[in-house]
């Protein structure tokens, strides 16, 4: 059974950064493309980044790109998202989550999720 647990969430003032991992105990990361995803109050899920199975290729949405970096821990069953120079506008819940194609940048063709890891930019 695929469980995906995400951590490294928290509070951090404007400028800071964070390092969120997400770690897969039935090892699908090593055959499947994952993805990190975003959900503010009151608004939908929102696509953040994506890396492919052997980490060559990575995707992100336009307004993370020189900010932040996803990437495969040496092991390959966790996945990171480094998280530098943060915006009040990047706070929200933010999900791990695993597909079979890559690029993905639809919520709706991920098919399993972690439970989520708050993040909190204050100004």
């Known amino acids: 059974q695929v469980q995906l647990v995400e951590s490294g969430g928290g509070l951090v003032q404007a400028g800071g950064s964070l390092r969120l991992s997400c770690q897969d105990s039935?090892?699908?990361?090593?055959?499947?493309?994952t993805g990190w995803f975003r959900q503010a109050p009151g608004k939908e899920r929102e696509f953040v980044a994506s890396i492919d199975v052997t980490g060559a290729r990575t995707r992100y949405v336009d307004s993370v790109k020189g900010r932040f970096t996803v990437s495969r821990g040496s092991g390959r069953n966790t996945v990171f998202l480094q998280m530098n120079s943060l915006e009040p506008e990047d706070t929200g819940v933010y999900y791990c989550a695993t597909t079979k194609t890559f690029p993905a940048d639809q919520a709706s063709l991920y098919d399993y999720w972690g439970q989520g890891t708050q993040v909190t930019v204050s100004s």
């Open positions: 039935a090892r699908t990361f090593r055959r499947r493309p």
